[in-house]
């Protein structure tokens, strides 16, 4: 059963950096056709695709938040990881990473990690 967990602080200040990592486990970030995303879910905007990484290494990006997201891979540690830069109280969300199958659907998710921007 592929299991997905975030990790990563629950609070983080106006103008810093938000990281988040997820680890993958019983199954490899490696493995051709599955592309690793991040999602976040906030009151105000409901789900929102963030971008993640496929499984050769290419970069997807959402275009309203590409200038302030980078994402990375550790395939040693079969993790992938998120940071969203120069944050204000309206990244506060969710934040969930899946796995998108081949059949362009995500059918596996972290449970979720509530992730608060606040001074």
């Known amino acids: 059963q592929v299991q997905l967990q975030e990790s990563g602080p629950g609070l983080v200040k106006p103008s810093q950096t938000l990281s988040l990592t997820c680890t993958v486990s019983?199954?490899?970030?490696?493995?051709?056709?599955?592309?690793w995303s991040w999602i976040r879910r906030s009151p105000g905007k409901g789900l929102e695709w963030m971008g993640g990484?496929?499984?050769?290494?290419?970069?997807y990006y959402s275009s309203s938040l590409k200038s302030r997201t980078t994402f990375s891979r550790d395939t040693a540690k079969n993790q992938f990881s998120l940071q969203l830069t120069s944050v204000t109280p309206e990244d506060t969300a969710v934040y969930y990473c899946?796995?998108?199958?081949?059949?362009?659907?995500?059918?596996?998710w972290g449970q979720g990690t509530q992730v608060t921007v606040s001074s």
């Open positions: 899946a796995r998108r199958g081949t059949t362009w659907k995500y059918d596996y």
């Open positions: 019983d199954f490899s970030i490696t493995t051709d056709g599955y592309v």
């Open positions: 990484i496929g499984w050769s290494g290419s970069f």
